[in-house]
Structures are given as C-alpha cells and as structure tokens.
C-alpha cells in the first residue's frame, strides 16, 4: 500500500517538470534521452516470481522506442535489437484483435465485454456469463476458445493454429522474426494452476464455446503469450493501433472498428488497477505484460514500446510508467484529449 501512496505522490511532482515546445527532432530526442536516463535509476518494484523463467530476469534492463505518427521520427534507446522479452499479457490485444476480426466486434464481445474491473489479471471473475475484459486472464482465454472452436474449427491441432497467430502477430508488429521461448511456455505451462481453474469456472457457467478442449486452449494462450518480442515490435503495434489499423506504409493491416475496439480494452484496463489514474495522468493508453514489457499509444499523435523488468504493485513495469508519465508532462499535446496538436 506505501508503494502505490509513493507513486501517487510522485506523479503530483510531475506538474513541476518543465513544459517544452520541440521545434526539431534533435532537441525532443534530448529530452527523451534525460527521461531515459532518469528512469534507468529507478530500482523500484520486484521481478514477476509466479513465472519461475521470468524470475531469471536481469532486472537492470531498460529499452524504449518511440514512433512520432505525424513525422515518423523514430527514436530508440538503450539496447533495443538485442533485449528479447515475452510478450506476455500484451498479447491480450492481439488475440482479441485476430478473434474480432474473424468473428466481428459484435460477436466476440457476446462472451467478452469491455469493463472496466477493481481485480487482478488472473482474477477468475464472470459478469452475466461472461468475461468482463480481454484484459482479464478470463477475457483472453475465452477469446483463445474462440479462435480454436469458432475461427479455426476444423484445425487438427491447436498448434497449426498458432503458427497461424503468430503470422498475424507478426504482420501487426513487424520488425525482426517473432519466435516462441519454448522455455518460458513450459515453465508457464508448470505453473498454469491458477489458468485451469479459471477455464474450468468459464466452461462450467458457460462462457466458452460448447466442446472445447480447455487443455487445449491453455496451451494455445501460454504459447502466445511466450512470444519473443523487442520495444521496436510493440511501438509498431502502437503504431498501427494508433492509426486505425494502418501500418508505417499506410496498408491497413487490420479493420479501423477491430483497432479502436482495442483501444477501448486497453483504456479500461490495459494497466489493470492502475488504468483509469494512467490516462487521467497521461492521457495515453497502455497494456503492460508481467514480462515488464509495456505498449503505450495516443490516437494519430504516438507510439511507445518500452521493456523494464521490474513491476509495481500493479503488476506494470515501473520505470515504463515513471517514462510515460514524465514524456506526457514535458511534451505538449500527447494527451489523447488534448485540443493542440503534437508538434513533431
């Protein structure tokens, strides 16, 4: 509870950071390198230990990328080609983002909502039947279901299904090949106690399609979200995002109503807990992952990737909070809501 009480005061301390007007590429990538920079110092927050592998972790790494919509000024900082990390619950977006567009917005959120929740990502709640959010381990298992019964029923395995995602996965957030840490998947698949439970409660009340092989859908939703991805990968997902569902070249990769229905998860409960005091402080929208990796975007003005293992009481990486939150302040217009337009 102090650590939270902490952070709330440090985010009032912002309001004092000094405000600037970037006129050239140069002197913005210095204000974000002295954000980098400081952010790097703060040893707060602890290692996620309910996935022994990610336990392992150097909790000392520290990367960003940052996409300017408007110019494609594109800045990167620590090492950012060579830090792989797990995707982990990032992935959320993008299993919704594959099921929404098969099957519609309208169709998928019949099983999953999007509401804002006061719970933990591993909460096992239902409301009426259904997953409250894709944010929710609820949520994203019962999307993975889908995908297996609805999207792809007559797959053999749910493996050939897989190879499937992650070529949308890839075409979404490009860059470099995106591989799986098999690793990861069975030290996740060891301590997946917690995710049976859950679809056995989903399959139990009836959220998940009829005759679906939970064994199944585990397996398929852990391989997911042990995705091996950099901070370039998540700010072209933010990019995309961003604009509508079109990549860098301006090809639309996914449908405008399936990327803004994304958005809308991500600003109810992109950052669990703490979603709704990140965009009334920020005014960006976030998804973090118990990796430590955070994808943060604002509509048509930026996209950012950011990886830091060490996470806050939320369960967020805390220096990519501690960055987004000091960019928001000296940068004017990032704010989603903000009337002045971002001048770079």
């Known amino acids: 509870m102090e650590s939270r009480h902490t952070e709330e005061r440090e985010a009032h301390k912002l309001v004092s950071l000094r405000r600037v007007a970037p006129t050239n590429c140069r002197y913005v990538n210095s204000e974000l390198s002295q954000i980098f920079l400081r952010c790097g110092q703060n040893e707060d927050g602890a290692l996620n230990e309910s996935i022994p592998q990610l336990a392992k972790q150097d909790p000392d790494l520290w990367a960003a990328s940052v996409i300017f919509i408007a110019s494609n000024h594109k800045v990167n900082f620590g090492p950012v080609t060579d830090t792989r990390f797990t995707i982990q619950s990032i992935v959320k977006i993008l299993i919704y983002a594959y099921a929404a567009s098969h099957l519609g917005v309208l169709h998928v959120s019949d099983r999953v909502k999007c509401r804002g929740f006061a719970v933990p990502y591993n ?27 609805l999207v792809h029923p007559k797959a053999k395995q749910w493996l050939h299904v897989f190879y499937t995602f992650r070529s949308f996965v890839q075409k979404i957030c490009g860059g470099d090949i995106i591989e799986c840490d098999y690793d990861t998947y069975h030290s ?51 990019l995309v995002l961003a604009k509508t569902g079109k990549n ?11 990327a803004q229905a994304c958005l809308a998860q991500m600003m109810q409960a992109g950052l669990y807990e703490q979603s709704g005091d990140f965009f009334a402080i920020t005014g960006l929208l976030a998804k973090s992952g118990v990796s430590g990796g955070v994808v943060a975007v ?33 940068i004017p217009g990032i704010h989603q809501l903000a009337e002045d337009d971002l001048e770079i």
Request: proline letters at 3%; glycine letters at 6%; hydrophobic letters at 40%.
């Open 188 to 238: 996740e698949i060891s301590t997946a106690a917690s995710n049976r439970a859950i679809l056995a409660k989903l399959s139990k009340c009836g959220t998940l399609p009829a005759d679906v092989d939970t064994e199944d859908v585990l397996c398929f939703y852990t391989s997911c979200c042990s995705l091996l991805v950099n901070t370039q990968h998540l700010a072209n997902m933010g």
């Open 123 to 149: 909460s096992d709640k239902t409301t009426e039947g259904c997953a409250p959010n894709v944010c929710l381990n609820s949520g994203a298992l019962t999307a993975c279901a889908m995908i297996l019964k």
């Open 248 to 258: 860098e070249s301006g090809k639309q990769v996914l449908e405008p109503r399936v």
């Open 298 to 330: 604002a509509h048509k003005k930026i996209a950012i990737g950011l990886f830091s293992p060490r996470l806050n009481a939320y369960g967020n990486s805390t220096r990519a909070v501690q960055f987004i939150r000091e960019l928001s302040v000296t």
